[in-house]
């Protein structure tokens, strides 16, 4: 049994907008509470589509860090880390690529998709091919269960549950399983581990499930084992081999989508965002000159918020109170569009203001994320040690 842990991955885009914090950000600063998390920058993967333009790479990085902490990441709480700062991941890429059939990469729906969307450049690469797989190295060296994704990359995690299960399969039963095992239940101690045997018998032998239950109860509360070990008695137990890899589950929040300025998906591309560190005036300049219902021609035009992108920014800034003022009001031509926007205007700056000084500390002072930066990735090496030790074993490349 493996510890539960959270992983997760942007690739860097630059300074943070609206969109990535009601997205994913809000979500993340939330989680960093309840479970151990890791929070990576995808800076390999950002050359899957970008190896003829790296130019940008670098200041993306530092940018997106920044609006990660200003935002509320906090690194007492998370690991924060750089991807090619843990080779780690590559190591067990690599491995993990002998035993990957290619149509599973070829199937994954991103693949073509993608190929398809991109046109301005050849991705008809071997590291384009394998982004799904490096994104389960990714996962699967820090033995994470738990990956909160937006809908578009569940079909990722579910390929990485798949290698992780074919890599099980393949390396989990040890020739020398049973007697690894039982050198394992040993170390237990005497008495724990005849109770143990005692009950795997039970189980086995007459489908016991409260045997097991005990079973698992007695192995639950014995500090005694290395975690491969662990592994090992817990497989013994109920006949599987050793889960050398963890599959990790998708965690799906539902989070609250901000559209863009437009009322098209807030994206940097479609130039239609406000980002974390826009300036005051910046933000009220662009929500003031925000399109509206294209129906409201004049004041006197009735509206409807259904088809105005202002009102998907009610929908997260606004209270009940405040929704029916705009929706009435609105409908009746009641209130001017400018007017709508108002409450709009307050508290987005007013959630933006803390963030802008903070960010602005960070842009100070750049040792300071420097150093985050740093100790994060001494984390993460060393758990992403770990894993890769016991693959190493696994795959017969144990020896030193
Ligand atoms: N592919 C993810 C995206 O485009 C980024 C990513 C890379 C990731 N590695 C990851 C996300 C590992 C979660 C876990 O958004
Ligand atoms: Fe949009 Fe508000 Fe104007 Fe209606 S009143 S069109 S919701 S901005």
Redesign the pocket.
Known sequence: MYPDRV?????PTGAMHLGHFHGVLKNWIKIQHEHECLF?V?DW?ALTTHYDHPQNIEAYVWDMVIDWLAAGIDPNQATLFIQSRVPEHAELHLLLSMMTPLGWLERVPTYKEQQEKISDRDLSTYGFLGYPLL?AA??LIYRANR?P?GED?VP?IEFTREIARRFNHLYGREPDFEEKALGAVKKLGSKKARLYLELRTRYNEQGDDGALEAARALLGESQSLTVVDRERVFGYLEGSGKMILVEPQAMLTETSRLLGLDGQKMSKSYNNTIDLRDEEATIIKKIRTMPTDPARVRRTDPGEPSRCPVYSFHQIYSDAKTRDWVQQGCRSAGIGCLECKQPVVERVLDELRPMRAKAQAYLDDPTLVRNVIADGCERARKLAGDTLRDVRESVGLGYS
Do not use: E, N, P
């Open positions: 992983l997760s991955g942007m690739r990576m995808a993967h994104q990714d996962i990956v994704v990359q990722h």
